[in-house]
């Protein structure tokens, strides 16, 4: 499986940008999803993460009430909405998966993903 992000670029504060992660190969319906961001000089954070049949969500707590994330495992895909945008959300962000997973797992930390993606850069400007 290739995992590949997009939607990034530049947006001002308070605006909207929604992120793909389209998957190439096998079906991701049995992996956990997972989004996170490295904002440059900084470690990589969790921001959002999806269980396989989408019945468990969980967010960063610097994203809680802003950012949804979803899945559409008939087009091979995850979101991430993105709402109320501040500049301290520029980064790059990526998307990852792990493969081995149960259902209503979820996984807040970067270790516990086995696949990523490139990142996309997501620029907020004040």
């Known amino acids: 499986v290739q995992l ?5 670029g530049l947006v001002q504060a308070g605006n909207s940008l929604r992120l793909s992660c ?3 190969g096998p079906t991701i319906d049995r992996y956990v999803m997972g989004w996170f961001r490295q904002a440059s000089g900084k470690e990589r954070e969790f921001v959002a993460t999806i269980s396989r049949g989408a019945t468990r969500r969980d967010y960063g707590n610097s994203v809680k009430g802003r950012f949804t994330i979803s899945r ?3 087009k091979n895909t995850v ?7 501040k500049p301290e959300d520029t980064a790059v962000y990526f998307c990852a998966a792990r493969t081995n997973a149960v259902t209503g797992m979820v996984v807040v930390t970067s270790s516990g993903y086995d696949l990523w993606g490139q990142g996309t850069q997501v620029t907020v400007s004040s």
């Open 4 to 8: 590949q992000a997009s939607g990034g």
């Open 22 to 24: 389209a998957a190439s």
């Open 72 to 74: 559409d495992n008939a």
């Open 79 to 85: 979101y991430l909405q993105m709402n109320s945008l």
